[in-house]
Nanobody, 122 residues
Framework: QVQLVESGGGLVQAGGSLRLSCAASGSIFSINAMGWYRQAPGKQRELVATVTRGGSTHYADSVKGRFTISRDNAKNTVFLQMNSLKPEDTADYFC????????????????WGQGTQVTVSS
């Protein structure tokens, strides 16, 4: 029932910007934390940024000062504004939701989007 759908990925030149969006649907009451992870070919999936329901944020060192995560709790949507993009940012970006609450209670496992490709050319 709960689904996450990402949008906003694409091809951009180094130094450019992209804004990713992820909307959660499925009669959701609340989501404790939402975030973005990325995975490049041959590398492990890594956390990029997270934001809690209360607005606390965390960023990977590699993106601090360049990326900004935000969310709209009313719309169960999380955003990732990516500025000053580098070729090293090229990866599949996945939306993540933890502590999803529906009428059935709180889910004990994470929900993931299908991913959106971000390619940064030099």
């Amino acid at each position: 029932q709960v689904q996450l759908v990402e949008s906003g990925g694409g091809l951009v030149q180094a130094g450019g910007s992209l804004r990713l969006s992820c909307a959660a649907s499925g009669s959701i009451f609340s989501i404790n934390a939402m975030g973005w992870y990325r995975q490049a070919p041959g590398k492990q999936r890594e956390l990029v940024a997270t934001v809690t329901r209360g607005g606390s944020t965390h960023y990977a060192d590699s993106v601090k000062g360049r990326f900004t995560i935000s969310r709209d709790n009313a719309k169960n949507t999380v955003f990732l504004q990516m500025n000053s993009l580098k070729p090293e940012d090229t990866a599949d970006y996945f939306c993540n939701a933890k502590g999803v609450v529906t009428s059935r209670g709180v889910y004990g496992y994470d929900f993931w989007g299908q991913g959106t490709q971000v390619t940064v050319s030099s």
